[in-house]
């Protein structure tokens, strides 16, 4: 036992553990702050908090095991994009060489699971904050980027949906993007969109409408996929993580964690 | 007995059963909030799920791999709901008393070091997390049907199971109703609601008496037609998105005689028995005047209405009449769906001159 503790003591006194850690173990109130403090990661955190905030009972901690989740997509989808090619050739035969050529062989599970975890527990995480009043003042701002949060959950979800460009793919992306092209005055089968005819020039035609910008064409085809792959690798996860790091800055800024007044 | 279950598992009686529930939940909640409630009604729960996965039919779409999901949203939902009511019951109990709810008690108010306690907390809910996603991704492969053919499309073809509520409403509503403006509501309604609810109270605790009005708003629009409307879509949809029970084949060959009437024909042809004008808005004018009267008499009658007037009161008039307005938008919902049971309604106004159909 000496011995251990002899060793762990000489890890802890070299050059590297020191440059790393600059301080000592956090079991004093100065190492406590600092490890807090020094911590970039750690540091989205207060250094101390109200015990309300802090028990599982009341956050569920349903908004961190979100960012979790989505931290974990955003590994195991890079790991996705080195083995698949969104055009209409290759994706599908890429999707099922995944399960050969990825470590593991579970690495599309993973994924698509998370998805679907992160959509239930963004949700989870809403009905918390509302089942609280969190959104009450001064956190009223915080709740609506969190509504926005959660829609682009929804469609980052979604744009993945078509990638693995099966049946089950195109045609729930069909199904949900068909709807756009009702959109009032702005779809060409919406309300209102023959209104803006100029002689027999129709101005919202299914040639530009917004469905067609959403596919990129009049149907789920080639060119939906790519706007689809890049919307879902590189746009949407882009906005979601500078929305997820003002939500944070938020948080801390309303106050922290909720509690009564 | 599964043929009961069936036919009362359609939308047309099952919605009723909800919303009775759905009172009874708001009324009855410090019952319902209890342990030992929680504990029986579990129980019967899993008892009644079990009895209904030894049917092959129930069996095959639950085990469906996207479907797998919604059963875990499912019971995540009920388990959180009864959650934070039991909390809420606590808290009401302890403020009726003149304490403070339990988040604010002395104990509670105090404050603790972020390393060890939450950094913990994170971590364990952290490992949980990968622990659950690692099982599930082991035992439940990924689906992947046949490669994409444009030529030829599956029935029935449904959205992702998020968005199963909105194709769902897509049987009482045109597209750009059901997929357009009743949605963008909803995201418009969920970042207006800290701007109306202006009750001070129950910020930053669980508590239901204190917040009924709001409480009811919210749960009712989450539970009863979100939530509600996704399982309906999911399970109980089949080939041309028609219903089918739990304990169904989806045959293909179930056909429902369905003549769905618009109100301008009920009015013009059933009612007076003359042919439709042609003048597009005189056609449509009962409807009109309906969805019209709608809106503004239910207004009206809710001013005078003594929860109304005193909501007036503190909100003041636009947050009133926002809040009026978007409570009877998520209204025509349901009042669209009893139409339609009720009475084969297809329209309220129909102009598919415009694209105008609601
Ligand atoms: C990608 C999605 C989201 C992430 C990663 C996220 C993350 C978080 C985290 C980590 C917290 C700290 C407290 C906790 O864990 O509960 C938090 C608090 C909060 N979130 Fe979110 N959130 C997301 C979406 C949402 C949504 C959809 C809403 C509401 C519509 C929302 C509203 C709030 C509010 C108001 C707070 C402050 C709660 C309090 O002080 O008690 N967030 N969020």
């Given at each position: 036992m000496a011995k251990k503790q002899s060793l762990a003591q000489y890890v802890a006194n070299t050059q590297v553990w020191k440059s790393i850690f600059r301080?000592?173990?956090?079991?004093?109130a100065r190492n406590r702050a600092a490890v807090i403090a020094g911590n970039v990661f750690l540091?989205?955190?207060?250094?101390k908090l109200k015990r309300s905030g802090v028990q599982l009972g009341y956050t569920w901690c349903m908004g961190g095991l979100t960012f979790f989740v989505f931290l974990s997509l955003t590994v195991t989808g890079v790991l996705l994009m080195f083995y698949y090619r969104p055009t209409a050739e290759y994706a599908f035969n890429d999707i099922i060489a995944l399960r050969e050529h990825v470590?593991?062989?579970?690495m599309r599970e993973l994924h698509r699971w998370g998805a679907h975890l992160m959509v239930i527990t963004v949700w989870l995480h809403m009905f918390r904050v509302f089942m609280t009043g969190s959104y009450k003042p001064p956190r009223e701002f915080n709740w609506g980027v969190g509504v926005v949060l959660l829609v682009l959950t929804l469609l980052l979800s979604f744009t993945g949906?078509?990638?693995?460009?099966?049946q089950l793919a195109i045609w729930a992306i069909a199904v949900g993007s068909n709807?756009?092209?009702?959109?009032?005055?702005?779809?060409?089968?919406?309300?209102?969109?023959?209104?803006?005819?100029?002689g027999d020039f129709v101005m919202v035609s299914d040639k530009n409408d917004v469905r067609y910008q959403l596919?990129?064409?009049?149907?789920?085809g080639e060119p939906a996929l790519l706007r689809f792959y890049i919307l879902h690798c590189v746009f949407i996860p882009l906005v979601v993580g500078l929305l997820i790091a003002v939500h944070f800055w938020r948080v801390r800024k309303d106050g922290g964690i909720s509690a009564p007044l | 007995m599964k043929e009961l279950v069936n036919t009362l598992s359609d939308p047309k009686y099952s919605f009723t059963g909800v919303i009775i529930g759905f009172y009874l939940f708001m009324k009855y909640y410090r019952t319902i909030g209890t342990v030992k409630f929680f504990i029986s009604s579990m129980i019967i729960i899993l008892g009644v799920f079990i009895w209904m996965m030894q049917d092959p039919n129930f069996h095959a779409i639950i085990v469906w791999p996207d479907n797998v999901p919604i059963v875990i949203l499912l019971f995540a939902v009920i388990f959180f709901t009864w959650f934070s009511i039991y909390k809420a019951a606590i808290n009401d109990a302890r403020i009726e008393g003149g304490e403070t709810p339990v988040e604010g008690s002395v104990e509670n108010r105090e404050k603790v070091w972020t390393w060890p306690n939450l950094v913990y907390t994170e971590l364990m809910a952290g490992t949980l997390c990968v622990v659950i996603l690692v099982i599930w991704s082991i035992f439940l492969k990924a689906p992947l049907e046949e490669p994409?053919?444009?030529?030829w499309a599956p029935n029935?073809?449904?959205?992702p199971w998020y968005f199963l509520g909105l194709q769902e409403m897509l049987v009482y509503f045109d597209p750009w109703m059901a997929g357009v403006v009743l949605p963008g509501l909803i995201i418009v309604g969920l970042i207006a609601i800290p701007y109306i609810d202006?009750?001070?109270?129950g910020n930053g605790y669980y508590t239901m008496a204190e917040r009924k009005v709001a409480m009811g708003g919210f749960l009712f629009g989450w539970l009863a037609l979100w939530v509600y409307l996704i399982i309906i879509g999911t399970f109980l949809r089949g080939p041309n998105w028609t219903f089918y029970g739990?304990?169904?084949?989806?045959?293909?060959?179930?056909?429902v005689a369905e003549a769905n009437v618009n109100l301008s024909e009920f009015f013009?042809?059933?009612?007076?028995g003359i042919s439709m004008p042609s003048n597009i808005f005189l056609r449509e004018i009962v409807g009109l005047i309906v969805t019209t009267g709608y809106y503004v008499g239910l207004t009206l009658l809710c001013n005078r209405s003594q929860l109304g007037s005193s909501l007036m009161k503190s909100l003041g008039k636009i947050r009133y009449y926002l809040l009026i307005l978007l409570l009877l938008t998520m209204g025509l919902l349901p009042v669209k769906m009893y139409l339609r049971w009720l009475?084969?309604?297809?329209?309220?106004?129909?102009m598919p001159e415009f694209e105008f159909n609601l």
């Open positions: 301080h000592g173990p956090p079991n004093n540091h989205l955190h207060p250094i470590p593991l062989g579970i949906y078509l990638l693995p460009w099966d709807m756009a092209k009702a959109t009032p005055f702005l779809g060409h089968g919406g309300p209102g969109a023959n209104l803006a005819q100029i596919l990129g064409g009049r149907f789920v | 994409a053919n444009p030529t029935p073809a449904k959205a202006t009750n001070p109270k739990p304990f169904e084949v989806w045959d293909f060959h179930k056909v013009w042809i059933k009612g007076l009475f084969n309604l297809k329209y309220l106004v129909a």
